[in-house]
């Protein structure tokens, strides 16, 4: 299982009808995916734009070291 990082939310992204919502940090110029599949979806997302909305640092757990799949967000 793979550490948490800490991450600024920049910018989300949801497309209606994509398969997962694109989200943005500052510290990366990847894009990273969220995807709607996800048990705890809504969870997630929520806590994102809270992040988008205070400007504060979520910690972010991706699927692998070098993924671009957000598996938790605290």
Avoid: W
Wanted: aromatic content about 10%; overall charge negative.
């Amino acid at each position: 299982m793979s550490a948490f990082r800490e991450m600024t939310v920049a910018q989300i992204r949801d497309s209606e009808g994509a398969p997962f919502v694109e989200v943005v940090f500052l510290e990366s110029a990847r894009f990273y995916k969220l995807n709607r599949n996800h048990p705890a979806f809504d969870d997630l997302l929520r806590a994102l734009r809270r992040g988008v909305a205070t400007g504060n640092v979520v910690k972010v757990r991706f699927a692998a070291p070098e993924s671009d799949v957000i598996e938790d967000v605290e």
